[in-house]
């Protein structure tokens, strides 16, 4: 990423940096006994830029504007379009660009069988292929990163509970638990969109042209198990894994 504007908006605060020019005087001549440096929280916000502010130039650098009177940002962009809408934000370690823009699909189908496909809590996916055998994806690994997510989660909260909101050791913890709840979701995230690249390649060699997916629309709210199995109803990621089959498939075809 090459230089340009900053990719955080943080209000500038001349009372903070007062203070620690004077903490900063202090220490230099050894009267600081007993005072502890200045605290500033760091807040981090998303850049936003939609297609007026996006432009892909000839030599394949995504210019950023950044307002009037401000520096553009500037990115080396390996890819050969102009997205519709780009952000810039932190994802808890550095900062990130995500973009929109169309793709176009790549492949075409190599038959025309159908395919149906069952998306459950214990079974990722149940995939019935018309005139074949029936593919089952299973579930394990996605339900022990949720309970993993959920141990992590209420362990954390504890910790929080007993500390004084608003003091250093209750910020620290609650940046410890968006932390590490984040990396989790990361992992699940990238399970998903691994389990979903297989199953849409399996699929396409097995020469199916059309898959449909179950409606589980409401099914939350619809089906009553009980207090324990409800929360493992919630724990379901079919609605994103759906998201990302329709999306791999169609670049399929």
Sequence with gaps: MREGAPLTRESQHTSFYDSLQSWRKKRENGDYEGLRPPYKQKRHFKVQGKSSAIKLRD?????????????????????????KRAEIGWDGSQHELRCQYKVEEN???????????????????????????????????LRSLRRHHNRTLGNLRSKIDRKQKGSRRWKR???????????????????????????????HETRVGTVV?????????????????????????????????????????
């Design 173 to 203: 913890l609650a940046r410890a638990k968006d932390r590490q709840l984040q990396k989790i979701r990361n992992q699940i995230e990238d399970l998903l969109h691994k389990t979903a690249t297989r199953l849409v390649k399996t699929l």
């Design 213 to 253: 997916v179950g409606d589980l629309t409401g099914i939350r709210e619809r089906i009553k198990y009980g207090d324990r199995m409800n929360q493992r109803l919630h724990k379901w990621a079919y609605s994103k894994f759906k998201h990302m089959l329709t999306c791999k498939a169609q670049l399929r075809g």
């Design 107 to 141: 492949e075409e189908p190599k038959g025309q069988k159908k395919a149906g496909v069952d998306l459950g809590e214990r079974h990722l996916a149940t995939v019935y292929v018309e005139n074949g055998e029936n593919i089952s994806v299973h579930g394990g690994r």
């Design 59 to 83: 030599d394949g650098v995504l210019r950023l504007s950044n307002g009037r009177g401000t520096d553009p940002v500037l990115i080396d962009w390996p890819v050969g379009k102009e997205p």
